[in-house]
């Protein structure tokens, strides 16, 4: 124990890295996943025909491929197509988009859930389409999206380690060289394990308690 | 752009992807198998009267559910020789998938469990059988209709967690693709390819899964 404590004591700058380029991983393709997302949600829900199929074939595409594949496809194929991006921005762009077609999915099962009678209400009293949306539909589809949402952000944490096969130092690659150093394969994978297992567990609980606020008082 | 395309590097290794394919559907179905197991036992402590073996399932599932495979995997194949345990790296990938799996399947059971009707159990109790019987009599049956859809939906996921093998080096789909993309650089094709079979693959599992839960139906 004393021996791991010491190792883990020389090696806290690269695992602090580490750990910080997966929560800067994390958080950048949740925001710009989300953000698409919702766009996504939007098309697959309202969109007009030509949006509607393209739009669909993209989120299937996507959610049948393997992270890990669209994670070497993006960064492959995009320094071969002219967009010059670093490892970890390419990586970033693979974890965004897995991100945009689960919320895109997310969002259309709150959409669709939302009785009818909204719209027409929403119609009813003058509302346009950008304002039946901004003011009737998303507040009431937030309730259904945020607990799932946030599992997304659980998803995004844990797909973060696929970058490190294209290597980019996010605490898991952090953490094998570290052992490549020491040899403590035990100790550092351990170690590693208990901190994602943290950060997601967190994230977890925020999800339950936030969806336990959210529900509707007598809907549980 | 001035890109060009050229298959035929992909086309002549379709032996080897295809191969890789096969393995990967390999490998998902003998994880869904001992995740099953590990499941079903999981549910029936996650709704037994023991607070224990509640508490034991209940940290079982969100300890795995909250670790991302590829610690699972990496810890498996190269720290666990270090305890003793040694496993070549297609057993590592099977145990590292499976006990994953398997703490999302004992959710996947434990919901099935509940949604068998109370009365069901009670009827067992009342003919006179025993618990375990109960279970694996009526209990067991008449979940498996109900989780069928989810069952599906998990062996789908874990068929496209397999591209992590590529990570240890067993050949699967990911790890030819990764070959011919570094032989032969024709990068957008291989990629295209490998992304095309997986989604086709999933395609075809969710159709099948669609018709048998069509034929199970109950009338």
Not at chain 1, 18 to 39: E, P
Not at chain 2, 36 to 61: K, M, N, P, Q, W
Not at chain 2, 188 to 208: G, K, N, P, Q, R
């Amino acid at each position: 124990m004393d021996a791991f404590l010491q190792q883990l004591w020389i090696a806290r700058r690269a695992l602090l890295d580490g750990a910080w380029l997966t929560v800067q991983i994390s958080v950048v393709s949740i925001v710009i996943g989300t953000a698409f997302g919702v766009l996504v949600g939007l098309a697959l829900t309202y969109g007009p025909r030509f949006l509607r199929w393209p739009t669909r074939l993209y989120v299937d595409f996507i959610r049948g491929t393997p992270v890990l594949v669209l994670v070497l496809a993006a960064f492959y194929i995009l320094s071969v197509i002219g967009i010059q991006l670093t490892a970890v921005q390419a990586g970033i762009f693979a974890l965004a988009v897995f991100c945009s077609s689960h919320v895109g999915e997310i969002v259309r099962g709150a959409l669709e859930a939302i009785p009818k009678g909204q719209i027409e209400a929403a119609k009813s009293l003058g509302l346009n389409f950008r304002l039946t949306i901004l003011l009737v539909l998303l507040p009431q589809a937030l309730r259904q999206i945020l607990p799932s949402w946030v599992n997304t952000g659980t998803e995004m944490v844990k797909a973060s380690t696929l970058l490190s096969v294209i290597g980019v130092t996010e605490l898991l690659l952090a953490t094998k060289e570290v052992i490549s150093r020491n040899y403590m394969s035990l100790q550092f994978y351990l170690f590693a394990a208990a901190i994602y297992f943290l950060v997601n567990f967190a994230i977890e609980r925020l999800g339950k308690s936030l969806g336990c606020r959210m529900a509707l008082k007598g809907a549980r | 752009m001035d890109y060009q395309f050229n298959f035929g590097v992909v086309w002549d290794s379709r032996n080897l992807l295809l191969s890789g394919l096969a393995l990967g559907l390999g490998l998902a179905a003998v994880s869904i198998l001992i995740g099953c197991v590990i499941g079903l036992i999981g549910a029936f402590a996650a709704t037994s009267r023991s607070r224990v073996a509640r508490g034991l399932a209940s940290a079982y599932v969100t300890f795995f559910r909250n670790l991302p495979i590829l610690v699972i995997l990496l810890f498996v194949f190269f720290a666990l020789p270090r305890a003793g345990i040694r496993l070549d790296k297609t057993d590592s990938f099977v145990a590292s998938l499976s006990v994953y799996a398997g703490a999302y399947l004992v959710e996947v059971f434990r919901a099935g469990i509940l949604s068998v009707p109370k009365g069901v159990v009670e009827a067992g109790t009342a003919l006179g059988l025993r618990p375990m019987q109960i279970r694996r009599l009526l209990v067991f049956p008449l979940m498996l209709r109900n989780i069928l859809p989810a069952l599906g939906s998990n062996f789908i996921s874990l068929f496209k967690d397999t591209s992590l093998a590529a990570a240890i080096a067993v050949p699967e789909l990911t790890f030819y693709a990764r070959k011919i993309n570094t032989e032969s650089f024709r990068v957008i094709e291989t990629w295209l390819v490998t992304s095309l079979l997986y989604v086709f693959t999933c395609t075809v599992i969710a159709f099948l899964l669609r018709r048998l839960e069509a034929r199970l139906r109950l009338p």
